[in-house]
């Protein structure tokens, strides 16, 4: 009998979701992709049951347990499966769950054997399996994943999956990444997963799938390129679109990249599907000596510290922004940049919905600039820059009652609010919340808009996860904020609650909170968090009592002052000398190619003592680390400088 009535529900639920299915458009609420939108704005405009009054009574109401941990926001369908919200999880060891809003872990499937710890990169956890967050088509009822397969224990190999949404079982056999491209030299190069990390979200515009792919801590700076691939879809196949977009198109060098990362952040997508994305740091800039970009004055072939508008199709670069003299008079440039680490590609490029004739970007990066543009045409029109802290982050965006565009930042550890009236950011509040890690965190905003970016029908909450602070307190925190500034300030609605722990505390934990239906999700390590007004739930003990692994390791950085053989002399901020030897970085590659006097390295190794040298498994170029706002760390070579960096830091691409 048990089993019948298991039968006859499976039955129901599966009619359920066929109606579903035959509806032209998704559910309120549901949160299909990264940040909500194609424009990156992590607005909820269909929120009617989360309110100021009932986001001050939140509780934890479920915790689902999970294989590993999460670097993917989790997708949302409410309604979906009988009446049951229904949330898309995926996790670092390439699980795919099926989760209900009451908690119930509905279903589960693994894609394959992760690839463990790649080139030994910090930033990851143990494993590397789906990395970024996926994205679902509503009309096939089809969720897009990129999983890292380490194929017969010794291939690290990326699949795309078309999977059904109601079964999880895939529509056809997941397809291979694979691309080549044209060097300038005329050579082709070949698209290799080694070398090749996928982190940025999956886009899903033009009837095509987008995916983007960065490097490993900048490791193998010789290999790694930024990517951006493409699949178009007909709802039943894909097939890789005939161009493909390579960031650097140079012949085989000691540094490349121009990586695509933007702090687990998607491409966004404009209305007439153009692809907008940030680029992170490559070589010396060589910006004088290639042919530049169709219309936008700078060159194609190396395209490093920009934000980069290229068509829907890959085939054309159309608009290119990158702080450099010929764009404006304003300093650093793009060579300071790459020289400093300072990645402008660290943070997620937002579109503002047009309002009128207004069409607005905006991002901010590693040095903490938030620069605004024009979006309209084809081209990227810098408009404003305001100073503030480093972003390893994203803006989001609302439009209050009073019909004006507003945007979030989250550099750092506050919260701000810009209003674009025109083509200015108008301060209008801030507020600080308790985060560690690099800077920034990030946020959605909810509210009932009425309709596409209609205004806030009432007063919008603002969303915000922490980061962990130390080694020993690993937790991460959900934050509520009102929307609207009082005195300059937002009043905090709820929290900080822990609601997960982040014992990987060497990568950044670039969690979004989702929002859907009344409900608030949080993945975190090994955890889906469901909130709702009234839970009373705890979380795991094992959670929430997580501490950061022993790393076993040391850190130096400072200034190149000489090279002896194989050993380096590394001077510090306060003019020690620290002696390091290279050989066995050397030995296992994984030493800057071209090491420069006056220029700031990291050396990480076992141990080091004062009567000897560091024995370094690793040395590559510092990262300078201010964190406070209104500094400016490019140029600044205390800042790059530090002896004895936590190895809880790991310098390079976070």
């Known amino acids: 009998m048990k089993h019948l009535v298991s039968l006859v529900f499976f039955a129901l639920a599966l009619c359920a979701a066929q109606a579903m299915a035959a509806t032209t458009t998704p559910p309120n609420g549901a949160v299909l992709t990264w940040h909500n939108d194609n424009f990156r704005t992590g607005w909820q405009q269909q929120e009617t049951i989360l309110t100021p009054a009932t986001a001050s009574k939140l509780g934890i109401a479920h915790t689902v347990p999970l294989k590993d941990q999460v670097d993917a926001q989790p997708l949302v369908l409410p309604r979906f499966y009988f009446g049951s919200d229904m949330a898309y999880v995926a996790d670092e060891s390439n699980n795919v769950y099926m989760i209900r809003g009451d908690g119930l872990l509905f279903r589960q499937r693994n894609l394959g054997a992760p690839v463990p710890a790649p080139f030994q990169c910090g930033n990851n956890g143990p494993n590397i399996g789906i990395n970024s967050t996926p994205v679902i088509d509503w009309a096939s009822q089809t969720l897009f994943v990129i999983a890292y397969v380490n194929v017969n224990n010794t291939t690290p190999t990326y699949f795309i999956h078309a999977i059904n949404l109601d079964t999880l079982a895939d529509k056809f056999p997941p397809i291979k990444v694979a691309a080549s491209h044209t060097l300038t030299d005329g050579a082709a190069l070949s698209f290799n997963a080694t070398y ?109 510290e920009s934000v980069v508008k290229l068509k829907g199709d890959l085939t054309e670069i159309t608009g290119l922004f990158s702080p450099n003299p010929q764009y404006g008079s304003f300093t650093p440039d793009a060579v300071l940049m790459d020289q400093a680490d300072e990645d402008l590609g660290s943070g997620g490029v937002l579109l503002a919905p047009q309002r009128g004739s207004s069409f607005f970007a905006a991002i901010a990066g590693k040095d903490g600039r938030l620069f605004l543009f024009n979006r309209s045409g084809t081209g990227l029109q810098f408009l404003q820059l305001r100073q503030g802290s480093p972003c390893w982050c994203a803006p989001s965006y609302f439009t209050g009652q009073d019909s004006v565009g507003r945007i979030v930042a989250s550099q750092g550890k506050i919260l701000q609010t810009f209003q674009i009236p025109a083509t200015i950011l108008s301060p209008e509040g801030t507020s600080t919340l308790s985060t560690g890690q690099d800077g920034g965190f990030f946020t959605t905003v909810s509210c009932n ?130 002696l390091i030897d290279d050989s066995e970085a050397m030995a296992n590659g994984r030493i800057e190619p071209a090491l420069t006097t006056g220029e700031a390295y990291t050396a990480i190794g076992p141990s080091f003592s004062s009567a000897g040298p560091l024995h370094a498994d690793a040395i590559f170029r510092a990262k300078c680390r201010q964190h406070d706002a209104g500094e400016n760390s490019i140029g600044a070579q205390a800042a790059c400088t530090g002896d004895q960096w936590p190895p809880d830091r790991d310098p390079g691409q976070q």
């Open 449 to 578: 808009g009425g309709g596409v970016f209609g205004n806030c029908a009432n007063t919008p909450i603002i969303w915000a996860v922490s980061r962990p602070l130390s080694t020993a307190s690993t937790g991460v925190n959900l934050y509520a904020f009102s929307g609207l500034a009082v005195s300059g300030s937002y009043p905090l609605l709820f929290g900080p609650k822990q609601v997960g722990a982040w014992p990987n505390i060497a990568g950044n934990a670039n969690i979004v909170p989702t929002v859907s239906n009344g409900q608030v999700y949080v993945a975190s390590n090994k955890l889906l968090t469901i909130l709702k007004e009234g839970g009373t739930g705890v979380l795991p003990a094992a959670e929430a009592a997580a501490v950061a692994p022993s790393t076993g390791g040391f850190a130096i950085s400072g200034t190149l002052q000489a090279v002896n053989g194989s050993v380096l002399t590394l001077v510090n901020r306060d003019g020690k000398d620290r």
């Open 196 to 304: 090749q990390r996928q982190r940025a979200a999956l886009l899903f515009a033009n009837g095509n799938v987008y995916a983007a792919f960065t490097s490993w801590c900048d490791f193998e700076a010789s290999f790694s390129r930024g990517w951006l691939l493409g699949w178009s879809w007909n709802g039943t196949t894909l097939a890789p679109l005939p161009a493909n977009q390579l960031d650097d198109r140079r012949p085989p060098a000691s540094r490349l990249l121009d990586t695509i990362w933007m702090s687990g952040a998607g491409p966004a997508s404009d209305e007439s599907g153009n692809l907008i994305f940030s680029t992170g740091n490559s070589a010396a800039s060589t910006w004088a000596d290639t042919t530049p970009c169709s219309g936008t004055g700078a060159p194609c072939s190396n395209i490093q």
